[in-house]
């Protein structure tokens, strides 16, 4: 098990430390936990409320465990318009999830996100690092037995 006192040690004389110790439970744990957020108030002098407040200001952090693979539905102007709603009901209904939610296994998060720069051919969709263009569900779910079988 990490401790978590040892991931925030390194960042706690810094100025500005709380953003970089929070990327590094991040990294290191997959989501921020309540005993984290009760780490960091203690170590930076805050309280648990002003923590809480910086991480949920910025996408990066989660506070809940993310499932190996995350898949993001574009839901920008141009995907709206080629069908990212309808592909996005396609896949909630498929995995029996709502945004933000993860499967069971821990196999699959779905969220939304608002343009991956791949508007031409769109419905866009990245799961993980790989952006999938003209995406349907089953593309979608082709990729993901792929890399996680
Ligand atoms: S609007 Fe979806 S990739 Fe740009």
Do not use: W
Request: proline content about 3%; charged content about 25%.
């Amino acid at each position: 098990m990490t401790n978590l006192h040892e991931i925030i040690e390194p960042y706690v004389d810094i100025d500005g430390g709380l953003m970089p110790a929070l990327h590094a439970i991040q990294e290191e744990e997959g989501y921020i936990s309540k005993d984290a957020i009760s780490e960091l108030a203690k170590a930076f002098n805050y309280s648990n409320a002003e923590v809480l407040d910086v991480l949920t200001y910025y996408d990066d952090f989660t506070l809940e465990p993310l499932g190996r693979n995350i898949v993001r539905i574009c839901r920008a102007e141009a995907c709206q318009s080629l069908k990212s709603k309808e592909l996005t009901d396609d896949l909630t209904s498929h995995f029996n999830l709502s945004l933000d939610e993860t499967t069971a296994d821990s196999k699959i998060t779905l969220k939304e996100v608002f343009c991956l720069g791949n508007c031409a051919l769109g419905p866009s969709v990245m799961i993980n690092e790989t952006v999938i263009g003209e995406a349907d569900k089953s593309k979608v779910i082709k990729f993901l037995n792929e890399i996680d079988e």
